[in-house]
């Protein structure tokens, strides 16, 4: 029997989500041991910039992984979650329905 085709809907988005987050923990580690941009603390720790010249600020790839890094794991929690209760609930509308 397949599966319907919501429960297959749904797992794209966790998949997708879940890739994300290990994505961007591999980038801030990135950053954090081989490129030195941040500190182990997740302190911006940019190069020095030579004298005369305006100081460095984060580029838009570090504070996009950084965003994403928080963001990714809080979404992939919500999506396994509603996949869950939704899962649950057609379980739980099976057995009723057996029931009767």
């Not at 397949?2 to 580690?29: C, E």
């Not at 963001?71 to 379980?91: D, G, H, Q, S, W």
């Amino acid at each position: 029997m397949d599966a319907p085709k919501h429960r297959n809907s749904a797992r794209l988005p966790l998949l997708f989500s879940g890739l994300l987050w290990a994505l961007s923990w591999s980038v801030i580690y990135l950053e954090i041991h081989r490129w030195h941009h941040m500190t182990p603390g997740l302190h911006l720790n940019p190069p020095a910039s030579p004298p005369g010249y305006p100081p460095a600020r984060p580029g838009e790839f570090l504070i996009g992984a950084i965003v994403l890094s928080i963001a990714a794991p809080v979404i992939f929690a919500v999506l396994l979650t509603l996949t869950y209760m939704r899962c649950r609930k057609e379980n739980q509308d099976r057995r009723d329905v057996r029931a009767t």
